[in-house]
């Protein structure tokens, strides 16, 4: 493809043009009020950046080696304008008459992406002052290391990590490592969620952030509190309920990376189920005296937790034990058959769901009534083994606060469950 401008009919040549016109003087706004607003000197306004777009598309219209040379000329110009600077005053304004060349030369091939750029572009320079606001003000040392991580283990670990598991359908390394970023992420989002809304929403945050690392242990945690007196069994039955919203979540997740055939099958029911469990504990939070009034405390105060984006320790407790209850799962079901499968989901279930239903998934597909019957027995015992949990460590208030909302929302769940298969 060395000349494009033959190729071309006049309508697609005045769309070229037109669209190389329309980024050229979207940029070209956006620099000239900047610099009027800044009082900055400045090789290129309103006028320059649309001209720069157009020569973008003219060059590469008549043919390939005139786009290159042209995108040359800009370069040293930018390059010539940086060496002239009688002051440091950044280099975005070259870069981006830079980026208009190229933009105004994309619109000649696709002109749905160089408008898509070209709004981005203007998003960037816009944004001057809340991304050096965050950069320097919001975002901790610490937070830089943990996402750098994270990208990390998503950008270089999981491409080079073998996907085949080592026995039968589990003890994958790419899967076992997927889940350890997914609840990574998960942890991370979490934190964030903390850093973006107010403290009065500290009681259900935390208690969301908690659940994904372990609800059945942020219910114990809340039930305890209920049995010293140091907290309303309505409240904190709220609190529990909200964490159950993110083993549902956490749930989706880990099945959408396992198997999407299931992760289809299992969303809308979840949804149901989530918003059931997010109307009653609303309404139990907000009903309740105690957190109405509520003072924060170092307990429930998120703002003056001072962590990291997300624990490794944990997570990688939580792979571990995963892994280990599939496999132990997968064992039953290979020495037992499809009773073995049931069996070991019940029990497994009983005291972590993700593991189980993804021993579940990984097996097949929801065609396969078997599979059906072992999710449904999994999350039933899961949920009686959530409100026993509750019963034995906040009493018989926190219990009967708890416990209903808790079965309703599995029932309704796994009726609809059954609708979507049948």
Same mark, same amino acid.
């Given at each position: 493809?060395?000349?494009?401008?033959?190729?071309?009919s006049?309508?697609?040549?005045?769309?070229?043009?037109?669209?190389?016109?329309?980024?050229?003087?979207?940029?070209?706004?956006?620099?000239?009020?900047?610099?009027?607003?800044?009082?900055?000197?400045?090789?290129?306004?309103?006028?320059?950046?649309?001209?720069?777009a157009?020569?973008?598309?003219?060059?590469?219209?008549l043919?390939?080696?005139?786009?290159?040379l042209?995108?040359?000329?800009?370069?040293?110009?930018?390059?010539?304008?940086?060496?002239k600077?009688?002051?440091?005053?950044?280099?975005?304004?070259?870069?981006?008459?830079?980026?208009t060349?190229?933009?105004?030369?994309?619109?000649?091939?696709?002109? !749905?992406?160089?408008?898509?750029l070209?709004?981005v572009?203007?998003?960037?320079?816009?944004?001057?002052?809340s991304?050096?606001?965050?950069?320097?003000?919001?975002?901790?040392?610490?937070?830089?290391?943990?996402?750098?991580?994270?990208?990390a283990?998503?950008?270089?670990?999981? !491409?080079?990590?073998?996907?085949?598991?080592?026995?039968?359908t589990?003890?994958? !390394?790419?899967?076992?490592?997927?889940?350890?970023?997914?609840?990574?992420?998960?942890?991370?989002?979490?934190?964030?969620?903390?850093?973006?809304?107010?403290?009065n929403?500290?009681?259900?945050?935390?208690s969301?952030a #908690?659940?994904?690392v372990?609800? %059945?242990?942020?219910?114990? #945690?809340?039930?305890?509190?209920?049995?010293?007196?140091?907290?309303?069994?309505?409240?904190?039955?709220?609190?529990?309920?909200?964490?159950?919203?993110?083993?549902?979540l956490?749930?989706?997740?880990?099945?959408?990376?396992?198997?999407?055939?299931?992760?289809?099958?299992?969303?809308? !029911?979840?949804?149901?189920?989530i918003?059931?469990l997010?109307?009653?504990?609303?309404?139990?939070i907000?009903?309740s005296?105690? %957190?109405?009034g509520?003072?924060?405390?170092?307990?429930?105060?998120?703002?003056?937790?001072?962590?990291?984006?997300?624990?490794i320790?944990?997570?990688?407790?939580?792979v571990?034990?995963?892994?280990?209850i599939?496999?132990?799962?997968?064992?039953?079901?290979?020495?037992?058959?499809?009773s073995?499968?049931?069996?070991?989901?019940f029990?497994?279930?009983?005291?972590?769901v993700?593991?189980?239903?993804?021993?579940?998934?990984?097996?097949?597909?929801?065609?396969?009534?078997?599979?059906?019957?072992?999710?449904?027995?999994?999350?039933?015992?899961?949920?009686?083994s959530?409100?026993?949990?509750?019963?034995?460590?906040?009493?018989?208030?926190?219990?009967?606060?708890?416990?209903?909302?808790?079965?309703?929302?599995?029932a309704i769940?796994?009726?609809?469950?059954?609708?979507?298969?049948?």
């Open positions: 493809m060395n000349t494009v401008l033959l190729d071309l006049f309508q697609e040549l005045l769309r070229v043009m037109v669209s190389a016109l329309g980024c050229g003087l979207l940029i070209g706004l956006e620099r000239e009020k900047h610099n009027r607003k800044e009082s900055e000197p400045s090789f290129a306004g309103l006028r320059s950046f649309t001209i720069c157009l020569l973008g598309a003219v060059c590469f219209l043919h390939l080696a005139v786009g290159i042209g995108a040359f000329s800009v370069t040293t110009f930018c390059v010539y304008s940086l060496i600077q009688k002051q440091d005053i950044g280099a975005t304004t070259e870069l981006a008459f830079l980026m060349y190229l933009i105004g030369a994309l619109c000649v091939f696709n002109v !749905p992406l160089a408008a898509g070209a709004v572009l203007c998003l960037i320079l816009m944004g001057k002052q991304l050096h606001y965050f950069a320097g003000n919001w975002i901790q040392h610490f937070e830089l290391r943990d996402g750098l991580f994270l990208l283990l998503i950008l270089i670990a999981l !491409p080079l990590m073998p996907d085949q598991a080592m026995w039968g589990v003890l994958n !390394p790419y899967v076992i490592l997927k889940l350890l970023i997914m609840i990574l992420g998960v942890q991370s989002l979490a934190h964030i969620a903390k850093r973006l809304l107010p403290n929403k500290a009681l259900m945050l935390s969301l #908690s659940g994904f372990s609800s %059945t242990a942020t219910i114990a #945690s809340l039930g305890m509190e209920v049995r010293s007196g140091k907290a309303e069994a309505k409240s904190n039955a709220g609190a529990g309920l909200i964490s159950c919203i993110a083993t549902l956490q749930l989706l997740i880990i099945v959408a990376g396992i198997n999407f055939a299931w992760f289809k099958v299992l969303l809308l !029911p979840c949804s149901i189920g918003a059931v997010l109307i009653i504990a609303l309404m139990l907000h009903s005296k105690a %957190t109405m509520q003072q924060a405390t170092p307990q429930n105060d998120i703002t003056h937790m001072d962590s990291r984006m997300f624990s320790k944990e997570a990688l407790i939580i571990v034990t995963l892994t280990v599939q496999a132990a799962v997968y064992g039953l079901n290979v020495v037992l058959g499809d073995g499968l049931i069996i070991g989901a029990f497994a279930s009983l005291f972590e993700h593991a189980a239903m993804a021993t579940v998934v990984m097996q097949g597909t929801p065609q396969q009534m078997t599979l059906v019957y072992a999710m449904m027995i999994g999350l039933a015992a899961h949920a009686f959530k409100s026993i949990n509750a019963f034995l460590t906040g009493g018989g208030k926190y219990f009967l606060y708890f416990a209903p909302a808790q079965m309703l929302h599995m769940l796994m009726a609809v469950l059954w609708m979507v298969i049948q």
